[in-house]
């Protein structure tokens, strides 16, 4: 059986996406912001403008997952800036335990952030590195939306050994003739909770990285050298 391709050439699939996104592409980057960085390491750039460019392209999860690892990268440079040590490798915190929220809690403990500063990467680590690093797509929805989702569906009957020509007259009725008789949830149908997800990034992913972008350009006038 041949496997079948995502494309046919590089070329075709080039065009197709440029084709598809250009539009979008120039309308979403028109609300990003158009101003150069101050200075930051060049790995906190690298990252920044990886996190900018899929945001541009309408990438929603990968925006949003990676917003949660420039504020991690962000918080660690901090790190080193002061410490002239990586994360990991100061005794306090420990190779093993160089969590997001353990790095958060020894820079508070050093008064190196200050208690705005701290809430503000703790509701990132919450809320957003978190759940999505570790694709957690269940809480993600339930806790955005303060509960489980329901949906209202049709319920269809279909006779055990109904051929495919019936089973198809029988979708095409009932797409015709919508009666929507029941609620059902992710719990359910686990897709669901996908196709609540996808609704609730692409919602998500531009206000976040606007909320990244000004938290990261205040923060690196303030705490790192501008000279």
């Known amino acids: ?22 539009e979008k592409f120039i309308e979403r980057i028109k609300q990003l912001p158009n101003e150069e960085l101050p200075h ?3 790995g906190i750039r690298k990252l920044y403008f990886e996190t900018y460019y899929l945001c541009a392209l309408s990438f929603h999860n990968a925006t949003i997952t990676m917003c949660g690892v420039l504020c991690e990268a962000l918080l660690k440079d901090l790190i080193y800036d002061k410490e002239k040590k990586e994360a990991h490798e100061i005794q306090e915190i420990g190779e093993k335990n160089a969590t997001f929220g353990n790095i958060i809690n020894f820079c508070s ?5 200050d208690s705005e ?3 503000w990467f703790k509701k990132i680590k919450d809320e957003i590195r978190n759940l999505y690093q570790h694709i957690n797509v269940k809480k993600i929805v339930t806790k955005t939306l303060g509960g489980q989702p329901f949906y209202r569906a049709q319920k269809i009957q279909i006779p055990k050994n109904a051929s495919g020509e019936e089973l198809l007259k029988i979708l095409k009725d009932a797409k015709d003739n919508p009666k929507f008789n029941t609620l059902i949830s992710g719990e359910q149908i686990r897709p669901l909770y996908d196709i609540e997800k996808g609704r609730i990034d692409e ?8 909320e990244v972008d000004n938290f990261l350009r205040n ?9």
């Open 117 to 119: 500063e701290t809430g």
């Open 219 to 227: 923060f690196a006038i303030k705490h790192f050298n501008q000279g």
């Open 1 to 22: 059986m041949d496997k079948i391709k995502i494309y046919k050439t590089p070329e075709d699939v080039y065009e197709r996406f440029m084709q598809d996104s250009k």
């Open 40 to 42: 930051v390491e060049a």
């Open 203 to 210: 919602h998500r992913s531009l206000p976040l990285f606007l």
């Open 109 to 113: 403990k050093k008064n190196y952030i």
